[in-house]
């Protein structure tokens, strides 16, 4: 081959390269762009979603809140880092598909919207209704721990479906070493036992009861709280994933009883162990108890 052959051949070698180049580049997109989300169908898919820097995905009609971002729909905190402090401001909006902020809701158990926020060692649970201002900016006292905490919104815009999205808040300061939470099934707050029964069973819409008791007497009188006579709040170790869990039956429904015993239905989507949180209402306060279960591929007995 002679010295003309041989530059033509490379010339035309440079430019496939550079072909190739272009059309592979067209597809992964600029560098520090987030690829293309998988699509599925339902509450908590993955479809046309933008996850933040946590590694956990969502597929199917698993949970929520591993995504800052889905369906359009964006959660933004005003800071991604907060002082240590009791009653600390946390500032969020949720950015529509038109990229402003939403200012319309519907009500969902009787608010705009849950903000709940918990440490990533399942401590600090608190669970808060923020104020919603004119500019679409919502805005909420929390108390928050050194520490990585984990943030969700649930809601339900006026034009769109119910989400639950979820985002990192880095809070300053040395935190205490975080401790393993074993099983619990009972819980007591402030005098009042509260014991969990029944099992979550993976694929299955699992039944749970929750028995109030306050000084060793059974309580019979709990009060309505956000449509029901208790809210529960499901959460998977690891991810933090959030579960939508639903009471059986409501106040005024005429077979429902305002305690001792709370039921609810929830269906996980995984083996391992899931931390549950119980608000509810008595004598005018709202207390949270706190247990957590590992989930099974089939029924277990329960036991404390």
């Not at 158990?109 to 808060?128: A, C, E, T, Y």
């Amino acid at each position: 081959m002679n010295a003309p052959t041989k530059i033509g051949a490379f010339l035309a070698g440079l430019a496939a390269v550079f072909g190739l180049a272009l059309v592979l580049g067209s597809q992964v997109g600029s560098v520090g762009e987030p690829a293309a989300a998988a699509h599925g169908t339902g509450h908590g898919s993955a479809h046309d979603t933008v996850h933040d820097p946590d590694p956990a995905t969502t597929a199917g009609e698993g949970p929520g809140g591993l995504a800052v971002s889905q369906d359009g729909y964006t959660l933004r905190l005003a800071r991604a880092s907060l002082p240590a402090e009791a009653g600390a401001t946390l500032r969020l909006v949720i950015e529509g598909p038109d990229g402003k902020p939403v200012t319309a809701y519907d009500v969902q158990h009787d608010k705009l919207l849950h903000l709940i926020v918990v440490r990533r060692d399942f401590s600090g649970f608190q669970h808060v209704h923020p104020v919603l201002e004119n500019d679409g900016t919502w805005s909420a006292p929390v108390d928050l721990t050194a520490g990585a905490w984990r943030v969700f919104a649930d809601f339900k815009p006026t034009s769109g479906e119910a989400l639950t999205l979820g985002a990192d808040l880095s809070v300053s300061g040395t935190p205490e070493p975080a401790t393993e939470q074993p099983v619990t099934r009972t819980a007591t707050v402030e005098g009042y036992t509260v014991t969990l029964t029944g099992d979550l069973v993976v694929g299955e819409d699992s039944m749970v009861e929750l028995d109030v008791a306050k000084d060793g007497q059974p309580v019979t009188d709990l009060q309505p709280y956000l449509g029901a006579y208790g809210h529960l709040v499901a959460l998977r170790e690891g991810d933090l994933a959030y579960l939508h869990v639903h009471p059986d039956g409501e106040p005024g429904d005429a077979t429902t009883s305002p305690g001792p015993v709370i039921r609810f239905g929830a269906e996980v989507p995984s083996s391992g162990r899931y931390h549950l949180y119980l608000d509810f209402r008595h004598d005018g306060v709202v207390r949270t108890a706190q247990f957590a279960l590992d989930a099974a591929t089939e029924a277990n007995s329960s036991s404390d």
